[in-house]
């Protein structure tokens, strides 16, 4: 084991502190953590060693870049959290300088949804050469997937 993850509710700082601080295992937080602010109460209090921020739910790239500079200044490692658009972290974290490579969670079951599929090769993700984000929803999976009566097209 490497790392305990999301040990307890995002918004208990001291109880992640304490935990950090009696082991030598890496904590791992961050899918619940919405922003660069509570992101750095973390880093600072010695809450958190891995940083798991999820760009949908941070305000956006501008933000997700921000928190994963702050963790690579101090040596933290990064592994974004895959939640709905994992296709997303796959181009941010090429961005992240840091000592400490990077990772990228992987959900195979979730490639399905995409026109243009992650790419990982002996544990190593291949950088999409075309542009764009990679998030195009494949039309066929939209259609196995879809609720009825929820999103879609409009009819008039």
């Known amino acids: 084991m490497d790392w305990v993850e999301e040990p307890f509710h995002a918004d208990d700082l001291q109880a992640h502190a304490r935990l950090q601080a ?3 295992l890496d ?3 961050g899918e619940s953590i919405y922003s660069y602010h509570q992101f750095a109460s973390f880093v600072a209090a010695d809450a958190i060693r891995v940083v798991q921020a999820d760009v949908t739910r941070v305000g956006g790239v501008t933000e997700w870049l ?6 690579a200044s101090r040596g933290l490692r990064l592994a974004p959290h895959a939640g709905d658009m994992m296709q ?3 181009h941010l974290v090429g961005t992240v ?12 079951w979730t490639q399905e949804a995409f026109v ?6 002996e544990g190593l993700m291949e950088r999409p050469q075309s542009p ?3 998030t195009a929803i ?6 196995r997937w879809q609720i009825p009566g929820v999103g879609g097209t409009r009819t008039v």
Do not use: C, K, N, Y
């Open 138 to 143: 494949d039309p066929s999976a939209r259609a």
């Open 97 to 108: 300088l840091s000592e400490v490579p990077p990772l990228v969670e992987f959900i195979p």
């Open 22 to 24: 009696s082991t030598r």
């Open 116 to 121: 243009e599929r992650s790419v990982v090769r």
């Open 66 to 71: 921000q928190i994963a500079s702050h963790a």
């Open 27 to 29: 904590v791992a937080a």
């Open 132 to 134: 764009g984000a990679s």
């Open 88 to 90: 997303v972290h796959q």
